[in-house]
């Protein structure tokens, strides 16, 4: 591609290349060995009040590698999945299932039986590490399954005497936190660790090609797909989302505030793997849903980056307190995942001093796509321009590339695309060109200067009398309204129309009425795309890092006396 054809190069930020070179890291694991050797003294994580330094990542990771060859036997290429939210023992694992030459597997904690067993049996994990909270549904599938060893852990395991003993007292019996499970011959994550102390980890040659992650996506519109994402994939992204950002990053100096889980490719990438590069300090939030609880953990930690998603962000302005945290420090919040609101970005600006610049990305992309430039001075609507070696286009249903303005399918080529879907060759031909182009599923427009403008998911389309209808732009108009906490927008059946839109509002002044809600979409929005429906909840279903489920939304009946 050209200038003319790339014109997003000449919007580019000063300092940031056109180009990354992809073969500076062999592998995940030797970058992260890398930055352990650089920034031994300095912490890499803390969570609930203790911390590890890189020296210490460093040496459990080792042990845990050697524990899963030498003790496990476990061979280059096997699985082992993970199954806990954001403690202490997450990133030594990750880091010791690279560094032995096996693949991950995030697993999300909340899986139900059925999920679950559908990803042990696709993927074909020989292992599994879970956090007792979760055990019991590992009890229940395992043994039908290939996993044939299950290392468990308490939330406390990590955070020293007599600290871990309390915690895990408390979560286990006086919380109530642990459903009883029975799984023979566990193995703790602790004497895991233990065991291998005793032996060395055997050399490994661990290439570009060979898989880091197998990372599960799809789960909400039918049978979750493992994206086969490889080394040479997982390094590309962090080294163009840290192209992008090192010009505003201090070596060794940067905070960052990990509250989306481990498991979801944006914080695997964005907060574990770049901030690694740059020796940062991570703050592991457990649970980012117990809002006090979070704007405490963070209050006096100076923290220089936070990211997040929309709802994310929205909880923590509406909660109490939150307006006196210590943001002196903060010069990066990169919000993705879903569409950020406008209404939500500007009061961030507000409380923060800090701008909320929106990145996009997906798990079959490590996920970053593009981002915003850092010094914006505030939201611009758009997702930004894309990052270094990354190409995308607009393209129509028959493929053909579409001129700037226009909308359509937005497709992305770079280093950092998927390998395919593990076991999937159909559903990978769907969406992966022979020559590498991914369709992505978003419809979306270029402007003349580059900048990429997400309309919205091409499955969430609205179709209303052959119109378009993208409940992105109806949501965030209705999202400015005070009274209103959150808002979605799914199409129903229609007869005159085919669809029509329905509002689903979680009101944050109890005064406010469906009447009040169709006159602002009157003056903001054109016929076609005003609400038929206004349906108020107390809280709208969400996945456990906030994505609105709009398909529960559309398939579920209202509750009783709330539709309006």
Known sequence: MTIDERPWLASYPKGVPAQIDPSQYRSVAALLEESCDRFRHRP???????????????????????????????????????????????????????????????????????????????????????????????????????????????????????????????????KKMVPAYSIPHEIRFNDA?????????????????????????????????????????????MLQAFAWISPNMREGEEVVVTALPLYHIFALTANFLVFARVGGYNHLITNPRDMPAFVSAIRSARFTALTGVNTLFAGLLNTPGFDQVDFSQLHLTLGGGMAVQRAVAERWKKVTGSTLAEAYGLTETCPAVCI????????????????????????????????????????VSGPQVMKGYWKRPEETAKVLSDDGWLRTGDIARIDEKGFVYIVDRKKDMILVSGFNVYPNEVEDVVAQMPGVLEVAAVGIPDEKSGEAVKLVVVRKDPALTAEMIREHCKANLTGYKLPKAIEFRESLPKTNVGKILRRELRDSPAPAATSA
């Open 44 to 174: 890499a994580f803390t969570n609930m009040g203790k911390s590890i330094t890189y020296d210490e990542l460093d040496r459990l990771s080792a042990q845990f590698a050697a524990f899963l060859r030498n003790d496990l036997k476990l061979a280059k290429g096997d699985r082992v999945a993970l199954m806990m939210p954001n403690v202490l023992q997450y990133p030594i694992a990750i880091m010791g299932v690279l560094r032995a030459g096996l693949t991950v597997v995030n697993t999300n904690p909340m899986y139900t039986a059925r999920e679950l067993k559908h990803q042990l049996d696709d993927s074909g994990a020989s292992a599994i590490v879970v956090l007792d909270n979760f055990a019991r549904t590992v009890a229940e599938v395992a043994p039908g399954t290939a996993c044939k060893h299950v290392i468990t852990t308490g939330i406390g395991d990590l955070l020293g005497f007599p600290k871990s003993l309390i915690t895990n007292l408390v979560v286990r019996h006086v």
């Open 193 to 237: 660790l233990k065991r291998g102390a005793r032996s060395s980890l055997p050399r490994t040659d661990i290439g570009p090609d060979d898989l880091a992650f197998l990372q599960y996506t799809g789960g909400t519109t039918g049978v979750a797909k493992g994206a086969m994402l490889t080394h040479r994939n997982m390094v590309s992204n």
């Open 372 to 411: 915003n430039p850092l010094d914006i001075p505030e939201y611009n609507g758009s997702i930004g321009l894309p990052i270094p070696s990354t190409d995308v286009s607009i393209r129509d249903d028959d493929g053909k590339v579409m001129p700037a303005g226009q909308t359509g399918e937005l497709c």
